[in-house]
């Protein structure tokens, strides 16, 4: 799956952006705001499957980590096995 540069979720427009170094869990603040970081330094299924989970968290925010997870994984495995990952 190629990684986009810009997504719409809802009514939200966000920007992904591929970085070097760890991504802190929570930073939430104004700078990245509406911004999905990935760590470049990820294999491909690792960035792939962080960010559906961050499209969960932005979808639903209520959800707790442990249910985001979860449908990041599940999810995941069923486009993965489908082939509609391109």
Partial sequence: MKIPRKLKIGAHNYTIKEIDGIIESGNRNSEHRHTILLNKRLCQTEKETTLFHEILHAINNELNETDVEFLT?????VLKDNNLLR
């Fill in 73 to 77: 994984q599940a999810l995941y495995q």
